[in-house]
T-cell receptor, first 114, second 115 residues
Framework: AQSVTQLDSQVPVFEEAPVELRCNYS??????LFWYVQYPNQGLQLLLK??????LVKGINGFEAEFNKSQTSFHLRKPSVHISDTAEYFC????????????FGSGTRLLVRP | KAGVTQTPRYLIKTRGQQVTLSCSPI?????VSWYQQTPGQGLQFLFE???????NKGNFPGRFSGRQFSNSRSEMNVSTLELGDSALYLC??????????????FGQGTRLTVV
């Protein structure tokens, strides 16, 4: 079984500042990791994913994340945020055991202020 | 390429009624998953279908059921609605290979309100 912890429910940040959204997971099997973004009244859009290989993963809209197996973390970063990045961000995990079950964290609301 | 289509977008039902939600996956995708999103419980996995067979099921009561048709379109049904079933129901489609090593594309969801 897997679980995901997003420690910060809300992260306020000024426009053009860097941001890091934290995600920790636990699993008894190897995992795939994902970050999704959700804008108001919308579904989920994939920002990036880690399947294997390089631990630094680059995604859309200038986001990147680093997989750290020893710390079981997959933190999301952006060097300079925009007002349009204001949204809810979800970290998700699924086991490499042929299960198509995404386990989501509770979400982090990124609030970008001018 | 058309995205994942969920219908209807909004629905209001009365306690005790039943409801059916529909999801049309991306063309060529064979796996369809359903999730419930509520402020209190967050995003929770309901079930996943592949080639008309339920492959995975979450921890929801038997009032929640689903099916998948030969064209990969899926429906989920909730019977005897309760106030707590009010939620955004999201459908996701993906290729459906042996492991989930491909992106899951989500629809915009169906907002169900039970009164």
């Amino acid at each position: 079984a897997q679980s995901v912890t997003q420690l910060d429910s809300q992260v306020p940040v000024f426009e053009e500042a860097p941001v890091e959204l934290r995600c920790n997971y636990s699993s008894s099997v190897s995992v795939y990791l994902f970050w999704y973004v959700q804008y108001p009244n919308q579904g989920l859009q994939l920002l990036l994913k880690y399947l294997s290989g390089s631990t630094l993963v680059k995604g859309i809209n200038g986001f990147e994340a680093e997989f750290n197996k020893s710390q079981t973390s997959f933190h999301l970063r952006k060097p300079s945020v925009h007002i349009s990045d204001t949204a809810e961000y979800f970290c998700a995990v699924t086991g490499m055991d042929s299960s198509y079950k995404l386990i989501f964290g509770s979400g982090t609301r990124l609030l970008v202020r001018p | 390429k058309a995205g994942v289509t969920q219908t209807p977008r909004y629905l209001i039902k009365t306690r005790g009624q039943q409801v059916t939600l529909s999801c049309s996956p991306i063309s060529g995708h064979r796996s369809v998953s359903w999730y419930q999103q509520t402020p209190g419980q967050g995003l929770q996995f309901l079930f996943e279908y592949f080639s008309e067979t339920q492959r995975n099921k979450g921890n929801f009561p038997g009032r929640f059921s689903g099916r998948q048709f030969s064209n990969s379109r899926s429906e989920m049904n909730v019977s005897t609605l309760e106030l707590g079933d009010s939620a955004l129901y999201l459908c996701a489609s993906s290729g459906g290979g042996r492991t989930m090593n491909t992106e899951a594309f989500f629809g915009q969801g169906t907002r169900l309100t039970v009164v």
